[in-house]
């Protein structure tokens, strides 16, 4: 037999496996992405964490992970390696329903005079395919080092790259099931895209339905926005991410208030997930969750 040929084979073997191995694990759980049962604001509550902590993630209250696109999907590294990854994922009894870390090497830049798309969106697509192998469905774009506006860059100009992006982007998504969620920075991370209002103002002139906005509450409170500004993007927005202002902390630390935007949710007829991502102790969690449970059935 030709080695090359059972090289071929064996690799097309495993893949296989592999990919029955997270159907079969999927097929056991509940979908993180359903829409949210009659009661319940939100369909599933989540974390930012890796594959590693999901046992105990799930004895506190998690029902899926948002991981690394850097670390998980691995779009600088071989299939061999993402395919561990994949078999780690099978062994998880939680689902992955979001990456994000999005663009990570420095040298690919979405705005500036060294933009270089062609290459964010090679990225982009092993990225995606890897996301549906995993049966995921988010990606977060924060990515600020890829975006930051270098000294003299007009806005304007950003504006008009970063959307041009995303309309080449918005199909490559589809074309995999995934929706690219924009995230808002604080200015301290980062100098562009800022305020909710001009993450939505970005996806609605990108005019595509799989690039949608994510609403990250501690962003949105360490910038200053309101309930009143969350209630005008919700026609773009398609994912949440929580933690609190002060050190960006699990809920029920400080008792921050979510009530106020929780209830611009539940009146917009959201009926998606929301996934903490922040700075936590194991021994929190379970308060954290059983908080963003609380407040939200009080609105």
Request: charged share 20%.
């Amino acid at each position: 037999m030709n080695p090359d040929f059972a090289n071929s084979g064996r690799r097309n073997f495993l893949k296989s496996t592999s990919a029955a191995l997270v159907a079969s694990a999927f097929a056991t759980r509940a979908s993180a992405a359903e829409p949210a049962k009659s009661g319940k604001l939100f369909s599933s509550v989540g974390i930012a964490s890796k594959i590693a902590n999901a046992n105990l993630l799930k004895a506190a209250g998690a029902e899926f992970l948002t991981e690394s696109v850097g670390d998980f999907l691995v779009p600088d590294q071989t299939e061999a390696q993402f395919e561990k990854n994949l078999a780690s994922l099978a062994e998880s009894p939680l689902p992955i329903l979001a990456c994000n870390g999005f663009i990570r090497p420095t040298h690919l830049r979405c705005v500036g005079p060294e933009a270089n798309h062609d290459a964010i969106l090679a990225w982009s697509e092993i990225a995606f395919r890897r996301l549906r192998q995993a049966r995921g469905k988010f990606i977060v774009f924060g990515s600020g080092g890829s975006r930051q506006l270098r000294d003299g860059w007009p806005k304007e100009k950003a504006n008009a790259q970063f959307i041009s992006l995303l309309q080449r982007m918005g199909p490559l998504a589809a074309s995999y099931g995934v929706t690219v969620t924009l995230e808002q920075l604080q200015a301290k991370e980062c100098n562009y895209i800022n305020h909710l209002a001009e993450g939505a103002e970005i996806i609605r002139a990108a005019k595509h339905p799989n690039i949608r906005l994510l609403a990250d509450l501690y962003h949105m409170a360490s910038m200053g926005d309101t309930p009143a500004d969350l209630k005008a993007a919700m026609d773009v927005v398609a994912h949440l991410e929580i933690a609190e202002k002060e050190g960006r902390t699990a809920p029920s630390i400080h008792g921050d208030d979510f009530r106020p935007f929780f209830k611009v949710l539940k009146d917009s007829g959201y009926s998606g997930a929301i996934s903490i991502e922040g700075k936590w102790q194991d021994q929190d969690l379970p308060a954290a969750f059983q908080e963003i449970a609380k407040q939200a059935s009080q609105v």
